[in-house]
């Protein structure tokens, strides 16, 4: 496993131990050459999945994707990891379980929505706005830099309703 910090494919497994539901390994690890720490997980996987993009691109579906995602909408909430591990073992689980090998990246992005609705409601909301808005990962950054920033987002003007209260 390579480090993540420094590159090296010189890590060593310190630890290892399943979660409580016994349906993961975890392993903590340690670079030989940087000295980082790290930790991975080991799960079943029951279906090679393909994730068919909106532009109609084919492409593996990645968990640590959808978990980076999901990472990114909760960032600072105060949400357990352990909890964020079960959401996305859950998601990935109930794709798996629809019976098809491909999976439109639409469908994965309601499941995470419905998800992230029952976990924490700033984070679906995060997710949601750049889900239904934003294509790009750099437009996703921005938005969560302007929600820190202010939650103040009436930018909606509709030209053809002109509101003509004219109280002088
Ligand atoms: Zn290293």
Do not use: W
């Not at 393909?50 to 978990?67: A, E, H, N, W, Y």
């Not at 959401?87 to 999976?103: A, Q």
């Not at 929505?113 to 294509?135: C, I, Q, T, W």
């Not at 950054?141 to 003509?164: H, I």
Request: glycine content about 6%.
């Amino acid at each position: 496993m390579r480090c993540p910090y420094c590159g090296s494919t010189n890590t060593q497994v310190k630890d290892s131990r399943p979660s409580e539901d016994h349906t993961t390994i975890r392993r903590r690890r340690v670079c030989a050459d940087c000295g980082g720490r790290f930790t991975t997980f080991e799960r079943v996987q029951l279906r090679e999945l393909t994730v068919i993009k909106r532009s109609g691109r084919r492409m593996p579906f990645d968990r640590d994707k959808l978990m980076r995602s999901v990472q990114i909408a909760l960032r600072k909430r105060p949400v357990d990891p352990e909890r964020i591990e079960r959401m996305v073992s859950g998601i990935v689980r109930r794709l798996e379980n629809m019976g098809e090998n491909d999976i439109k990246s639409e469908t994965i992005g309601k499941l995470v929505m419905e998800a992230l609705k029952a976990l924490d409601d700033v984070a679906y909301v995060r997710f949601a706005s750049v889900y239904k808005n934003f294509r790009e990962a750099k437009d996703f950054e921005a938005l969560l830099g302007e929600l820190a920033a202010t939650d103040n987002d009436d930018e909606e003007s509709s030209p053809g309703k002109a509101a003509a209260s004219a109280d002088d």
